[in-house]
């Protein structure tokens, strides 16, 4: 009879730590591009060339990186490998990028991502939804207009 109690709670405990959905790397594609952990020579190919490329420096891993700025998107490179990325709105508030094979726009309402992700839904907050990606040590975040509900900023982050 232990042995049954401790299996339902081992049971109930590892469901709980499942209640956030993940995606998978090779699933984060920005207009149908898969993106993290590429070479940066496709972003050129992809999005042609950037509004700037500018030199920072990546406290996390302790190294230089490279910040390639478009309009509505920000790609963080680190050894010529595409790190971590950021999609904003874009100046003419136009929705030229989507993430993954569902069509995720800047602008979108914060609904959308019910069906989507629904373990993460369930425990949003009142501004953002974020996802653990699981090929790396990183996190997909959906920041959105508390009052509007939509959707304003899509980033990838470290941990």
Do not use: W
């Not at 109930?12 to 699933?27: D, V």
């Not at 149908?32 to 060339?49: D, E, R």
């Not at 069509?103 to 989507?116: A, M, V």
Request: glycine share 4%; proline share 1%; net charge positive.
């Amino acid at each position: 009879m232990k042995n049954i109690i401790l299996l339902i709670t081992l049971t109930i405990a590892s469901l709980n730590c499942k209640a956030q959905n993940t995606i998978k790397a090779n699933e984060l594609t920005i207009n149908g591009h898969v993106i993290i952990g590429k070479n940066k020579s496709m972003l050129i190919s992809n999005f042609g060339q950037p509004l700037e490329i500018e030199k920072g420096y990546s406290e996390i891993d302790e190294v230089d990186m490279y910040i390639y700025k478009y309009d509505g998107v920000v790609f963080y490179v680190i050894k010529n490998l595409i790190d971590d990325f950021e999609i904003t709105s874009t100046r003419n508030n136009s929705t030229k990028y989507s993430l993954t094979k569902h069509d995720i726009k800047i602008g979108d309402n914060i609904e959308k991502l019910k069906d989507i992700f629904p373990l993460s839904y369930k425990k949003k907050r009142k501004t953002h939804i974020s996802l653990h990606i699981e090929d790396y040590d990183k996190y997909l975040s959906f920041t959105n207009d508390n009052k509007t509900k939509k959707i304003n900023r899509i980033r990838i982050g470290s941990y």
